[in-house]
Nanobody, 124 residues
Framework: QEQLVESGGGLVQAGGSLRLSCAAS????????MAWFRQAPAKEHEFVAA????????YYADSMKGRFTVSRDNAKNTVYLHMISLKPEDTAVYYC?????????????????WGQGTQVTVFS
């Protein structure tokens, strides 16, 4: 059973940056596809980015390309999301998720493990 714990969220002014971390334990982190989702109030989970097991392939939602960067450190069992040029519409709870399969997905239902989320609030 993989356990995921996000950290790094907070309050940031528009145009600022944040780096989120997701620490994994209890499973075989280095074999998982890892992803970030976000959920704004009264909205569904939205795919943000995903990264394959080795870290050499990344995938982004179109609206995140160029502003968000996903990376992982398998030695530390941690995946990161570096966000720059943040906008008020980026305000959401950000979740990391792990998929034991071999193909990345944008659908939240395809992921096997989830963290508890970390709040990101961007003010103008």
């Amino acid at each position: 059973q993989e356990q995921l714990v996000e950290s790094g969220g907070g309050l940031v002014q528009a145009g600022g940056s944040l780096r989120l971390s997701c620490a994994a334990s209890g499973g075989t982190f280095r074999t998982y596809i890892m992803a970030w989702f976000r959920q704004a109030p009264a909205k569904e989970h939205e795919f943000v980015a995903a990264i394959n097991w080795s870290g050499d392939h990344t995938y982004y939602a179109d609206s995140m390309k160029g502003r968000f960067t996903v990376s992982r450190d398998n030695a530390k069992n941690t995946v990161y999301l570096h966000m720059i040029s943040l906008k008020p519409e980026d305000t959401a709870v950000y979740y990391c998720a792990a998929d034991q399969g071999s193909t990345w997905h944008e659908l939240p239902g395809e992921y096997d493990y989830w963290g508890q989320g970390t709040q990101v609030t961007v003010f103008s």
